[in-house]
């Protein structure tokens, strides 16, 4: 079957692309646009092209199957053209996405119509390149320079209004997209034709705008290249020649792809498209989620609450008295108003997120919960008071999650009834924003609680891991390592500044102290604590000596680094310095590069015994923990990648 099919409706053709799932840009594609513009070309009797597509979605971009060969022709900066200079003007007509060459092939086309649902945008930063056939030389043309900078060095899309009014398409079709497209290119027809975008005037702005442009996409990048590769080659789009800017972007497209950010940036891509959907669950029915409740409504619980109301879920909050009830609601509202204050949602948008929100202290309210997840004190005892409480009063299928970040979930879930249907949920704070969730099934967890569990991942757009069970599951367990190493630099007298300012050069956004001193340092020491008292030999570490003088972050005004008030700019301690000064002993000094590779090769090395222990199923499941639970740069691919990528 053909993936371009051309039809006629009087004097305007159509071509229809159907390429499942998304219509990406493989060669079959290309050469089939490529074949439909001579062949209409060659007809006297059209007067314009509508080019459409069939299922979810426009020319979603590339076919990721070509990333990493080389080019094939006809090659997709040709086919743009091609469709740009043909007799015949062409109107790209826009459902779903339009991104990357999805969004060139539309560059290309006279016109470009969309629903008002749709989206457009120049995403390839994100894979650590740039734009290859005209994304960064077009866009300008149209919207001007400064979106065009926004869109190309950010990656992120335009939804169609929002497009039509940067001027990147001309005009929003309400109902039916081919006969709205049609109806338009009747009407284009008749009027005097705009120009080729290649054609038009672009303005370029002084080079204050410039230098500006620089410091914003640097600082925003966090040590990625392509933000500011795009952002160069807009600026040569602004001040050369089309054909000139062309060369430009497609010598950087062609340099960035062999780039290690770039391999880097495609195993994190590939890591999540497969991520949510496990092989081993494909056939596997989850279970139905239409009214879910979550027990505890402190920080997690409203953040559990609100991603779950984003995913349009309505949610039953349980808590122990109606004070607590009144606090938890009140959590949770603090969340969809901050919404509002940033302009993300609107006040009737808040109201109904908050009306999707019942309170109560009666467990009974759970009879006809599709789901329950407990996110109370991290206590033992208390977790296993509440799943005794939802034994006795949930229907036998409805799912039973702990969203526990350390404890033994097979402890937790002790004379359960049913015990099939519980399973371990670790979100990540704040939970409405945090893209990562664990998911921890016991030995007793059926297949069917486990894909419900990754269904509920797919529904408030996570990205789910599986994990097995050990002390801090993958993303505590390899932190608690990368926070012991740490202070093992301290111990042989590296600063404790200067081991921040290496993790923040790699790409962190902190180093391990700011951020144990913005966490609280007695959350771990704490837990440790726990574990001394139950008999188990636990090594005193340099957070244990602070905690003990009453350092305990920036709520004490001293962790790691002093605090002044109403600034967390830490600064560094003299007293830090002496508490800890029979603790160093100086062996040797370390430049930054050394700090940081010391310290990741620590995490893959944990990493590497999780998987040897069977605790993760591949090293790209712990790439993914690290990236979107612990801040791990992107664009280094993770510690188990960028561990191998050093050799």
């Known amino acids: 079957m053909s993936v371009v099919t051309i039809a006629r409706q009087g004097d305007i053709a159509t071509v229809t692309v159907d390429n499942p799932p998304v219509n990406a840009l493989g060669l079959a594609l290309r050469q089939g646009l490529w074949d439909?513009?001579?062949?209409?070309?060659?007809?006297?009797?059209?007067?314009?092209?509508?080019?459409?597509?069939?299922g979810r979605t426009f020319i979603a971009g590339?076919?990721?199957?070509?990333?990493?060969?080389?080019?094939?022709?006809?090659?997709?900066?040709?086919?743009?053209?091609?469709?740009?200079?043909?007799?015949?003007?062409?109107?790209?007509?826009?459902?779903?996405?339009?991104?990357?060459?999805?969004f060139e092939v539309a560059l290309g086309c006279r016109f470009r119509v969309a629903l008002p649902d749709a989206f457009v945008g120049l995403p390839e930063v994100t894979l650590g390149i740039i734009p290859g056939a005209g994304g960064t030389v077009r866009t300008p043309r149209l919207c001007g320079v400064e979106t065009a900078v926004e869109m190309a060095t950010s990656g992120k899309p335009l939804r169609a209004p929002k497009a039509l009014a940067a001027g990147l398409i001309d005009a929003v079709i309400e109902g039916d997209l081919l006969d709205g497209a049609v109806a338009f290119a009747v009407e284009a027809i008749e009027k005097p034709l705009p120009l080729p975008v290649s054609a038009r005037e672009v303005t370029a702005p002084d080079a204050a705008f410039w230098t500006d442009a620089e410091k914003a996409v640097t600082k925003a990048a966090k040590g990625a290249a392509a933000p500011a590769r795009a952002l160069a080659a807009i600026r040569k789009a602004a001040e050369a020649p089309f054909t000139e800017a062309m060369d430009f972007e497609r010598e950087t497209f062609m340099e960035l792809r062999g780039t290690e950010q770039a391999a880097a940036l495609r195993a994190v891509f590939f890591a999540e498209r497969a991520a949510p959907r496990p092989v081993a669950l494909r056939e596997v029915e989850p279970a139905p989620l239409r009214k879910v409740a979550v027990i505890g409504g402190?920080?997690?619980?409203?953040?559990?609450?609100?991603?779950?109301?984003d995913a349009g879920l309505p949610v039953t909050l349980i808590e122990q008295d109606d004070a607590a009830v009144e606090r938890g609601l009140a959590n949770v509202a603090k969340v969809f108003d901050g919404g509002v204050k940033r302009g993300k949602l609107s006040e009737a948008q808040a109201q109904a997120l908050k009306d999707g929100v019942t309170g109560s202290t009666?467990?009974?309210?759970?009879?006809?919960?599709?789901?329950?997840?407990?996110?109370?004190?991290?206590?033992i005892s208390v977790k296993r008071a509440v799943f005794a409480r939802l034994g006795e009063v949930c229907r036998p299928d409805a799912v039973l999650a702990t969203n526990t970040s350390y404890l033994d979930p097979r402890a937790i879930a002790e004379d359960l009834p049913n015990s099939d249907r519980f399973i371990g949920l670790h979100f990540f704070s704040p939970a409405n924003v945090m893209k990562l969730l664990e998911i921890v099934p016991?030995?007793?967890?059926?297949?069917?609680?486990?894909?419900?569990?990754?269904?509920?991942?797919?529904m408030l757009k996570k990205i789910p891991v599986q994990s097995g069970i050990c002390e801090g599951f993958i993303g505590n367990r390899i932190l608690k390592r990368y926070r012991a190493a740490a202070e093992g630099l301290v111990r042989r007298g590296v600063p404790i500044a200067d081991i921040d300012a290496a993790m923040r050069g790699y790409g962190l956004a902190m180093g391990p102290f700011e951020a144990q001193d913005l966490g609280g340092l007695d959350i771990a020491y704490l837990q440790r604590e726990g574990a001394r008292a139950s008999g188990q030999s636990v090594p005193e570490t340099l957070g244990d000596i602070l905690v003990r003088a009453g350092r305990k972050g920036q709520k004490t005004s001293g962790g790691w680094y002093d605090?002044?008030?109403?600034?967390?700019?830490?600064?560094?301690?003299?007293?830090?310095?002496?508490?800890?000064?029979?603790?160093?002993?100086?062996?040797?000094?370390?430049?930054?590069?050394?700090?940081?590779?010391?310290?990741?090769?620590?995490?893959?090395?944990?990493?590497?015994?999780?998987?040897?222990?069977?605790?993760?199923?591949?090293?790209?499941?712990?790439?993914l923990v690290k990236i979107h639970g612990y801040g791990f740069p992107r664009w280094r691919g993770g510690p188990m990648f960028a561990n191998r990528a050093r050799g």
């Open 62 to 102: 590339a076919d990721v199957t070509e990333f990493g060969k080389p080019p094939v022709e006809p090659h997709l900066p040709d086919l743009v053209a091609r469709i740009e200079a043909a007799t015949t003007p062409w109107v790209a007509a826009i459902h779903g996405s339009a991104l990357g060459g999805g």
């Open 298 to 309: 402190g920080t997690m619980g409203a953040g559990i609450i609100a991603a779950l109301r």
């Open 442 to 458: 016991t030995p007793e967890t059926s297949a069917r609680t486990l894909a419900t569990g990754f269904a509920l991942g797919r």
């Open 362 to 379: 009666v467990y009974a309210a759970l009879a006809d919960a599709d789901m329950v997840i407990e996110a109370v004190f991290e206590e």
């Open 36 to 54: 439909a513009v001579a062949e209409l070309d060659a007809d006297p009797s059209v007067r314009a092209v509508v080019l459409i597509c069939a």
């Open 563 to 623: 605090y002044v008030a109403g600034d967390r700019k830490p600064q560094v301690s003299t007293a830090v310095a002496e508490l800890l000064a029979a603790q160093i002993r100086p062996d040797a000094a370390m430049t930054a590069a050394e700090i940081a590779q010391t310290l990741v090769a620590e995490m893959a090395a944990e990493g590497q015994a999780i998987l040897d222990e069977s605790i993760a199923a591949s090293p790209a499941d712990i790439d």
